[in-house]
């Protein structure tokens, strides 16, 4: 097993196969995490098999026959359960959290039944049929709409009294009732963008996002100078150590391993009392863009030592667990 990379210290040489890309909504940014990390790896002398998800997956990784596989995938079937479900019967160790837990992180209706009732504050809200929202509304507006199982803010469209949407929603509008047959309607929570980090039973702190432009969408996330990353986030201290003991409890009860990220929305006008979690990614990107990295930065942990404590946990836990 590899010694924890932070400092420089000396590796264990492994072969980590890296699996990237896929067919899911996150497809290119897969591929940029997967790329930074095969390349991290690489700078400390692991030998590296980039694999491009595909419906050969398990002949690839059977013909790999790695040490450890590095999970770089985003969205389905990456995130959701698929492919950790997958490694399990095939006995390989693999990074990131494992089927049981992707299943649920994955689907936020689920997440909320698990969190919820430990005190884990999240918005309210309800499952609708998509058909639903062309007859009218399922909560009072401003609410959001978004599907229950996609990340990086796909598909994700916020419904206002004088938005462009119509009352009711027109069902020639462009929007997420157009591809989803079910979507997950949530009260709008104004205020700010919040998210923090956590690795090894630490906290990384807290940036708060604030989109040039509109929200915190796909776009805003992904391209370059969209978005401003506050950290640490100008909040009050009793706020801050608020997101990191949810983003770690939550962490905790979704039994998530390596590194998660929790995403919240705090309405600044009502202090502590104002924090919701409003999802916790099992699967955080690994970009240059990417919270995950920025944080740990931040935290005087460079990109190819936080890849590693990645792969250290990872080689800590049981085969199939």
């Not at 010694?3 to 591929?31: N, Y």
């Not at 399922?138 to 990086?152: D, M």
């Not at 949530?186 to 432009?213: D, N, S």
């Amino acid at each position: 097993m590899g010694d924890t990379a932070g400092g420089g210290s000396v590796v264990t040489p492994l072969h980590i196969a890296v699996l990237m890309g896929g067919w899911s909504a996150e497809r290119e940014v897969s591929l940029l995490s997967g790329a930074g990390v095969a390349d991290a790896l690489e700078s400390l002398g692991h030998r590296v098999t980039r694999i491009d998800m595909a419906r050969d997956v398990a002949a690839r990784l059977t013909e790999a026959s790695p040490d450890l596989v590095f999970n770089a995938l985003h969205g389905t079937p990456g995130e959701d359960g698929a492919v950790q479900g997958l490694m399990d019967l095939m006995g390989l160790r693999y990074t990131h959290s494992g089927m049981a837990t992707s299943v649920i992180a994955v689907d936020k209706q689920l997440t909320k039944q698990v969190l919820v009732p430990h005190g884990i504050p999240m918005p309210g809200g309800r499952m609708v049929r998509s058909v639903e929202l062309f007859e009218g509304d399922p909560l009072a507006r401003p609410y959001v709409v978004k599907p229950v199982n996609e990340g990086s803010s796909v598909g994700v469209a916020i419904v206002t009294a004088s938005g462009n949407y119509g009352n009711p929603i027109g069902r020639d509008v462009a929007g997420p009732w157009q591809d989803f047959d079910e979507l997950l309607a949530e009260p709008f929570i104004r205020g700010r963008e919040l998210t923090t980090a956590v690795l090894g039973g630490r906290a990384f702190g807290v940036t708060e996002l604030r989109p040039k432009a509109g929200f915190y969408d796909y776009d805003a996330k992904y391209t370059e100078g969209m978005t401003e990353h506050l950290y640490p986030a100008p909040i009050p201290d009793a706020v801050a150590r608020r997101c990191e003991s949810i983003a770690l409890e939550a962490h905790r009860l979704l039994g998530c391993r390596g590194a998660s990220r929790a995403d919240f929305r705090w309405d600044d006008d009502l202090g502590v009392d104002g924090l919701f979690l409003l999802e916790v990614n099992t699967q955080p990107g690994m970009t240059p863009l990417s919270l995950v990295p920025e944080q740990a930065r931040h935290n005087g942990i460079a990109y190819p030592d936080l890849v590693q404590m990645i792969v250290d946990e990872a080689l800590h836990e049981k085969v199939g667990q």
